[in-house]
């Protein structure tokens, strides 16, 4: 459309119907970005054909399932996000086209095919159970935009013989998004197993002096492995975007 | 050395000197982590042929030229960060294989050659001028991993337009580190205009009420364009690294 | 009142009622502070004929609609802010002159008509649709103490484009309410863009390391846009008060 | 010359020397925002003819005579905040031009004469007297950029009659800019006794739980003045800025 | 009881039927302190005849009417604090003794007459409305304490006029408590406007940045009145027994 | 069944069946782990024969007892912590073989005695009553660990000579526990007074400035009594286990 | 002087000089602060007579010599407190009439006598040596305000009995003044022994984890011993008067 | 003396020289704690004949070797933590008969000879180089209070295999100190390794996001190996303490 309003501009220029002076006014008041930049909102959404993500904390089940409506009819899969049990129900009440994952406490309307286009493997690690949903969103997020997931889970730490023991895994995987609680230190370990990037995911499984997952997030901050980035605390959708990104390349 | 001892001790099991049961006691208390994880240390190095890296803050010339000589003697070329200017005089005086570079507050020992071995250019994107010494040490880090590097500095996002002017710089590279003090905006304008893996650096520029730099890396955590992922504050070498790794894909 | 007391005194110096010596005794004990501040309780309340605020939270439907009663017999009009679903379905049952805006959370009781009497418009800018609530209490503010408000929501830094769409009418605004959650960056762009007085509300949108909105806050406490001033997290109220009082000017 | 360049593309399509779609493609890649914002660096500066700020800790004072030069030769004055005695000594030795203000930790060089353009007063007040060198970067700031400033310093709120006493001048002024450290009270006291635009500014003053200023910040920001806003603590330069957009409404 | 068994210990040596060695040696092993500080638990009560005060807030109404029942069995008048409505009314149902204070959060259950032995008058003096349940904690700990207790409330700093009308009030209390939440600046102005000891309660009163009543504690302990003491968030009831032991020296 | 492995590999060896360097080669990849540590998920569990433990918080009771009955398939012991009433009612529902102990949170399944194989006993003191619940945990943990426990509760530093009473019971034990919140000051006191080991655990008991355990956790890692060590915020479970340790040496 | 101009405005209406109307504005534009509120500048200075107090911290000696000039030429005694032993050498080379006390970091320049007008003794007790200088900038600021002052140092909680052998002259005192660092646990201990009033002051003195003072601020603000009242850390002047204050009721 | 003095008592009891009631009041203010606390200052002390430690940061050479002539004197050793070069260079030009030790910034005057009273072997882990000096103040202490150190440096969890090679002496040791700064995840590691007591000691190595140390304490308190306790920031004195008192059981 835009590109449609310009072409009629610039032609109107050719054919002498408007002066050059005039062209130059119009183009300063032009909707510019709309033009120079074709992705829309890109911050939002994962690549067209895979899935738009809603963050459902916080919206009712209608808001949902209109968002989903638009979106299906647009044919884009639609990823619901931090939906607790509760809010599922009701949302499969009324939108029915939805499959609701309680580990992952994702919902996902399907409405056409993944391909693969990642190059590799994206594998989740987390350090314990309650870990699980975060790791899960993460996983969702990265298939939904068309990669292979593994997933390695309850590894932590403190009987470190349980990571070592799939060492292949690790060094398997193209990219890895290693989630913790507590006190937030298997990104660290896994960094110094594998060459390859590796996404911390602190979670804010714990209590007392864990502060929601700042003691977590401050371990990852800190860690002696070097090439380690990290994502805010419970961000699985962020970890499985950014892990897509890298194994798009 | 490990290898050798190990082939021995099988060896002996072949030859019947030894039986299976004693080389399964003798295997138990194998050093066998020096057996399966052939990289040494790799959280603390690049690959070899490339530069091992010293953190200089805190630490003597005369303890960095010594580590410098055993590095360069295996072959290594060697990166030390946050040099000040009196250490790096110091360290040049007793150390002269070394070249400084103020402005990334590091020193170089060039002992091989670093052959391009990342598949795309690496962009370092600053807010200010004052994000410089973050930056450049990124720069230095990646590039003595072998990549290429460019540069795109001073476009904080109180000038939008001066970003936007070099849009095509941004989609033109693979991988971005986007380094940003004060209010660490930066890499969420960036990151919702490529569709690139993004590494944010917060950096320790501000005053006040950034306490030091938290109020950027508390910015980039929160950030509401998707796939942007953190390291420390003022962690260029981190960074660094982190990119290097996913350009190595 | 007590003007009319004060005078009472005088005449009866001047009568020569009572001695220069008892009247200094009497006006050291005088309310003085009554005499000499004309407007009352400014810190609670907007200029007369417009709106008293309430502050909802907290108070019971029983409570608001007394203040209300109490308030619209002065002729003043009352405004109910951080009102919930529940409160305010509880309220309009015993005190129906009010009128609930659940995108707002607040309830108004209109008992005069508001005059026009700020001189240009304020501009109120959102990043996201979950920062509205806060933004719309903005506006109900600055409306009821006679602005006109325009709005502009959902222009996030992380799709600048939408943001720099709408240019003008960023620079049509006199004075600039900028509403954000997050990382908080918006009114540093905006703020950069527009030379007029801009009012940043930091909002408790977020997760994780948002520390409920301490992120924005501090990202628009260390904003690089010079100029820029900010309020209390969620304090929709306060900017509206603020905005208005600039564009009384 | 940007504008030249699209004149000339323009041109040659009127001339029919390229076709639209080759225009199109052209315009897609066009610098526009040089085009389409006209201010340059609105962030960082002042009106031209005005001054232009330089934050002066941390550059040397070889560097701040180099910007000095280079604004000057522009017509501009030029303002260097947060300078202390030993880097004003060296800069005056290099660039003599400059006056310093030590009170106010500032130096100028004034290239052209600033007429007044705001269109009232400023008043800039402070608690205490070691508020004064943040205090006076706001005077200063707000001076240079067309301003009439007056000030009325050490008015603490726990001796109140000295602000109560002056409560002429509080009226009087259009905007307030009114400064403390420690608990951070003037400002509350000021915004209930005007119905002027007040801006607070925490100091860094204080010792112990006022941890640099938070104690101060975090008083303003919960102030039960309704209508007050807030900057970074120590931002003189921030008020004096905002104090100016207000006033030259 | 422990006095009596030492007697008989010393009568016994008196006697000869111990000998010295053996007197010593349970000596060594007497519970002393029972015997040297006669006060008991002079941390939780108030002194005899007058109040006992009990903690209401996790305590089942069963578990306070049982403590209520021991103590007044001893002659003691009850206080229960941080007691809501729910509790209250199941405790009064099982217990018809008490009285509840509903506007202060407590219970009183009076077994003997209070004399007055405070020697002046202690007052309480609130920022806002809001901050009168820590305000009526601090007034009934000291009333049952023996003590004349006066209130001046809703007199916060924005509306400066109406406290400084009430100065005499002020100038005629021996011992001042000042609540404040939100900003927490009332201490600071009462402080410098008496010569009596101000002891300064933050309340947790205020949202945001208020940080659940730091921003109030943090401006009273840094306040420039000098002379003011502060107890801990929302202690009135510790406000209370100090201002009581002060006003009983 | 690793062990076999390991063996049939090295039969194959000594049978000559395969090289010493496919030997080589398959021992690389070998689960090594498995076979150096014997000992399995030792951070999460107390020696077998004894109790396995289950952090009940966000459990559901059907989780709890499935995992209860593949443990006690075992012969584990489990100890169930941090279970709330409404939790305990509903696991006793469904697994009767628990035992709920509502002063500890706690519900222990006793499928073996426990021998008491400490060699020493753990004292267990607290601040309050309130701490009660934090204290029983770590008490239930070690009793199941096969330690003699004594519990010495109510002895905070308010009423210093309730703890001095008490002195020969303080040292008589091996091990001490001391539990407190509020200000924790118990810990260092008692730190004095013996010269065992003494584990301090903060609890969240408090309000305000507490902030849910900080300032006793604060204050025990600041004692000025050497040798105390500190567990995280009502972490009874840890202390449990630590003492238990140090009382098998 | 102010009485004076009062006076003659009452004068001149009975001589019916001026009318009741204009002497009605004359009194709105009065001064009346200064009419109503006699002591000057209470917020900073001890009474007449006795001491004025200069906070040294930052001044120049030249500065300080200054204003203890202009101070002893009211015949006001002048107290420096936070005065560095560098500071005092220069001060008393240009202001000899000064004594420094390097214990106290404290500077007195004596005009007049100090009579003792306090009605009891203040007892200064500290935990460790190293809180000595904050006890004596209390001790220095009490005594020069006409207190009897003595002190009782390095008794800490970790060696109990040390306290307990001198608790005659604990109970012997009025008021108490409790100095400490660290885990801040001696005001608890001491507030359970005295029923007198107790100020805590929390010290600096301590690392890592005691932040600098907050550990010892936190533990006194959460102190279970009821009547306690907490001053800024570091702040012994602050202690010092508040101390005064009731020592003279 | 104390003892007799109280003997003294009882021996005029016994013969009548004194009545019972007069040597009840005697007793009552007898200095008890003296009497029936044989220990000495055990919070600062490690026992007689070993050492006794000063804390140097802070304290003149002059004053330190005063203390150390005292109590070399009553025979005692006596070790000096946190002492710098600096410092050190100046102790030991007026007190030769210390010597040195920078790699722990320690300083040791040996008065007699330690007898190894400790029951097994201490060993002192630290996760980088940069960590031994509080690891090294660790060693030092436990060493003067009689127990045999080993130690292993440098193992930290981003190279995890130089750990597990060490995974003997890990088990060997009776008591383990395990120091790590940044994300301080080591002591993980090692706990879920070892069934013997392990104290985790952070240390202030970092920057950026460490805040000083504070990064490691939360992932220590945070730990998922039960069993862990920990110490303040860098206290390498309090863990040596602890694991010598562990180490005597």
């Not at 870990?131 to 997933?151: F, Q």
């Not at 390695?152 to 895994?169: K, M, N, S, T």
Request: aromatic letters at 4%; charged letters at 20%; proline letters at 4%.
């Amino acid at each position: 459309m835009d590109r449609r309003a310009l072409t009629e501009l610039l032609a109107r220029v050719q054919a002498g119907e408007i002066t050059v002076e005039r062209a130059l006014d119009a183009l300063r008041e032009f909707p510019f970005a709309d033009l120079t930049f074709a992705k829309p909102d890109t911050h939002r959404a994962l690549r067209t054909g895979q899935a738009e993500v809603i963050f459902g904390a916080g919206k009712t089940a209608a808001e949902i399932a209109a968002i989903g409506d638009r979106l299906a009819a647009h044919g884009q899969n639609v990823l619901v996000t931090r939906l607790d049990a509760a809010q599922a129900a009701e949302l499969l009440g009324i939108a029915p086209a939805f499959t609701y994952h309680p580990e992952a406490r994702v919902a996902v309307r399907k409405v056409v095919d993944v391909p693969i286009t990642g190059k590799g493997t994206i594998l989740v690690v987390t350090a314990g159970t309650s870990d699980g949903p975060v790791a899960e969103e993460a996983a969702w997020t990265a298939t939904l935009a068309g990669n292979v997931v593994e997933r390695l889970y309850d590894v932590g730490v403190a009987g470190i013989h349980r990571l070592l023991d799939r060492r292949e895994r690790l060094t398997a995987a193209r990219v890895l998004i290693v989630v913790a609680g507590m006190e937030g230190a298997l990104p660290s370990v896994v960094g110094g197993l594998v060459d390859k990037p590796v996404i911390a995911v602190p979670t804010s499984i714990g209590y007392g002096a864990s502060f929601g997952g700042v003691a977590a997030l401050l371990a990852m901050l800190n860690s002696c492995a070097a090439g380690l980035t990290v994502v805010n605390i419970d961000n699985g959708f962020g970890a499985g975007v950014a892990a897509s990104r890298i194994n798009h390349l």
